[in-house]
């Protein structure tokens, strides 16, 4: 018997993507954050997280196949009953085979004897497996469904069951063993074979063999006798046992294959409940063969995000056909990641038979999906950066074939301008030539106007649109690319001030000057470029500042960092200096400023305060004291509430986090794109 609710002609393996991923793989897993989707499918159950996990990392490339298991799936939509009593059926027959205890294959009366009681209890659950298919079989219309209805009703039905029944009632009996054999030439017993005894009491039953016209019995005292007697009936029984544990793996491998097929169905339902429950809608897509250069969305919108954030995200419109290639472009933090994730993303769902984060999608299939993000910079690198994302870059055009698809997030933008826009343009028109689908989002200027300017190859153009007062939107338009990236909207909306380009080269510190017993909290100056290297070149500091925590190596850079707080306008967002009051020297800092969302880095609207000690000052009370003059400011600018995050392991912020009032509210991966502790303070 054959399950095939996955493919017509093949079993699913839910195992079969191990825990080791390829470098190429386990960077698109990670940047198409695609744990928070396995999260919401697995809803607590490894096998429903195996299943989705094996479907997503291994894409069909044919659109019929695709189409198989879209059927399979609505079926499973319309009667969510039916698949979750599938799914629980056979974890029954399972569960109950494992009740049994396990037994050496030594004495064939032992293998015989466990399995007669597992078979025992397949047949009760192979009986309610019946009854469900006889209940609901009608109903169901997908190819898929149909034949496995057709399945279970040709060969589990009621004489096979009935006979089944009688067959272990039998073997259960326990009273002698009915062999014939036959005597070679050699006068040694062969074909030793068992047989059915006579069925008593049933009219016109007949023997299963005739009775013996001669007999003899064995003497007592006759060991050899009964030695010869004991391995024969051994021989016979062999066969016996030997067939019942084979009726028992087959049931067992026909339950253990249903089992992990609907495993993929019940972790899909999963995710389409948890996305319409937040407002966001789902469609079954329209998969293309491979090559077609085929791509229409309306209503696109990242999942992950919509996962994470808790409500619907801001869907945009996509078409590109007829093209390999599509070039992002457009302000800073207007989206373009979270676009670029929600490509990926859908491509993924669509090649794994799933329905879309969409409200209509046609694309074409892909054998392959590869990403190259810009990764945050490594300080144990041997080499720079730019030789760090050439040598990924490398490695990941090995793999991609025609009809692959390559996402590229902001890739050779570690370099200058112009020779970043070569590389590119140069990687660009190589792959799109060898027959791969690229989309590009890129800050290189160089390289979006020469493919725009030369249509070679020829592409489709978006932009992030740019709001009023440069609020940004979070959608596109076909639009060229723009020599800006409109980073001044940036401060303006993360500073809440306006400043020219004469300002923000020349802005004098407008951060408040804030007073407590002990210390005093006002902007760092340029002449104190030496306090802050002096505090951001140790590990004990920076050891839990960001993703890829390092310290800082050069003065040079403490300089830039400081002439960059200057800038900041106020009166709320900034980093203040720490300075006990009976001195000139910081010795820490305190901040405000704008969480930055998981996915991308774009800010969020909820206000971070944090701080930064020297080791020499640790254990005064100086960072609560310091953060509490913070808080007090943040309540007289307006503000509801507060929010800290810390490192999961970092203990000693934690317990300031605490002194300050603050609730714990557990940990999150909402920003900064890791795990965090989160802590929140509410206006008093």
């Not at 006759?222 to 009726?247: K, N, Y």
């Not at 912020?653 to 509210?665: D, F, I, K, N, T």
Request: proline share 7%; glycine share 8%; hydrophobic share 45%.
């Amino acid at each position: 018997m054959k399950v095939r609710l996955m493919a017509p002609d093949e079993d699913f393996d839910p195992e079969a993507v191990g825990p080791d991923l390829p470098a190429g793989v386990a960077d698109m897993v990670q940047d198409l954050q695609l744990d928070v989707l396995l999260d919401a499918m697995a809803s607590g159950d490894k096998l429903l997280r195996a299943a989705a996990r094996t479907a997503l990392l291994t894409p069909l490339v044919d659109p019929d196949r695709v189409r198989y298991r879209q059927a399979v799936l609505a079926d499973c939509l319309a009667h969510p009953e039916v698949a979750r009593a599938l799914f629980q059926l056979a974890g029954r027959a399972l569960d109950a085979e494992r009740a049994v205890w396990w037994v050496p294959r030594s004495r064939p009366e032992m293998v015989l004897d466990r399995s007669v009681r597992v078979l025992a209890a397949q047949t009760v659950v192979i009986q309610d497996l019946v009854a469900l298919v006889a209940e609901h079989g009608d109903e169901l219309v997908s190819p898929g469904l149909r034949a496995f209805v057709a399945t279970v009703r040709t060969e589990l039905d009621e004489p096979f069951i009935a006979e089944m029944s009688d067959r272990l009632a039998l073997l259960r009996r326990g009273d002698g063993l009915l062999v014939t054999a036959a005597l070679g030439e050699d006068g040694q017993v062969t074909r030793p074979v068992p047989r059915v005894p006579q069925r008593v009491g049933r009219v016109f039953s007949r023997p299963a063999v005739r009775k013996p016209n001669h007999s003899f019995e064995i003497p007592d005292r006759d060991e050899g006798g009964f030695r010869v007697l004991g391995e024969l009936r051994d021989r016979a029984l062999w066969r016996v046992a030997d067939a019942a544990d084979q009726a028992a793996g087959h049931v067992h491998d026909f339950f253990e294959v249903l089992r992990g097929e609907m495993a993929f169905y019940l972790a899909c339902l999963n995710l389409v409940a948890a996305l319409h429950e937040r407002g966001a809608p789902t469609c079954v897509p329209a998969p293309r063969p491979v090559g077609d250069d085929v791509l229409r969305a309306r209503g696109l919108y990242d999942p992950c995000l919509v996962l994470r954030e808790g409500r619907a995200a801001v869907p945009n419109d996509v078409t590109a056909d007829g093209v390999r290639l599509l070039v992002v472009s457009g302000a800073n933090h207007g989206g373009k990641t979270t676009l670029l994730r929600a490509l990926g993303v859908a491509q993924v769902l669509t090649g794994a038979g799933m329905l879309a984060p969409a409200a209509e999608l046609a694309l074409a299939l892909t054998p392959a999906i590869r990403t190259h993000w810009a990764r945050e910079e490594d300080t144990g690198l041997a080499h720079g950066k730019l030789d760090e994302e050439l040598g990924r870059f490398s490695e990941l055009v090995d793999e991609l074939v025609p009809g692959a698809l390559l996402l590229s997030n902001e890739s050779f933008a570690s370099t200058n301008e112009a020779e970043g826009s070569q590389i590119a343009l140069t990687v660009v028109r190589a792959l799109v030539e060898a027959g791969v689908r690229l989309v590009v989002v890129t800050h290189l200027y160089g390289l979006a106007h020469e493919l725009h300017e030369s249509r070679t190859p020829p592409a489709v153009f978006l932009r992030a649109e740019r709001g009023e007062n440069g609020r940004r939107p979070y959608r596109f338009e076909v639009a060229p690319p723009l020599p800006t990236s409109f980073a001044r909207d940036l401060f303006q909306r993360e500073l809440g001030a306006s400043v020219s380009p004469r300002e923000n080269r020349a802005v004098p510190a407008g951060l408040p000057v804030l007073t407590t017993p002990r210390l005093v909290l006002r902007p760092w100056r340029t002449e104190d470029a030496a306090a802050a290297f002096d505090l951001y070149s140790r590990w004990e500091v920076a050891r839990y500042l960001g993703r890829a925590p390092r310290v800082l190596t050069d003065p040079a850079e403490a300089q830039q960092r400081v002439e960059g707080w200057a800038r900041f306008p106020g009166p709320l967002h900034g980093v203040w200096a720490v300075v006990p009051r009976d001195g000139e020297v910081p010795v820490g800092s305190v901040m405000t400023k704008l969480l930055p969302r998981s996915g991308g880095g774009e800010p969020s609207q909820d206000t971070e305060i944090g701080w930064h000690l020297h080791p020499d000052v640790w254990h005064r009370g100086y960072a609560t004291e310091a953060a509490s003059a913070l808080l007090g400011l943040a309540w007289d600018q307006g503000l509801a509430e507060v929010f800290a995050v810390t490192y999961p392991q970092n203990a000693a912020s934690q317990a300031v986090c605490r002194r300050l009032g603050m609730a714990e509210l557990g940990l999150t991966d909402r920003y900064y794109d890791m795990t965090c502790a989160l802590f929140r303070a509410a206006r008093p």
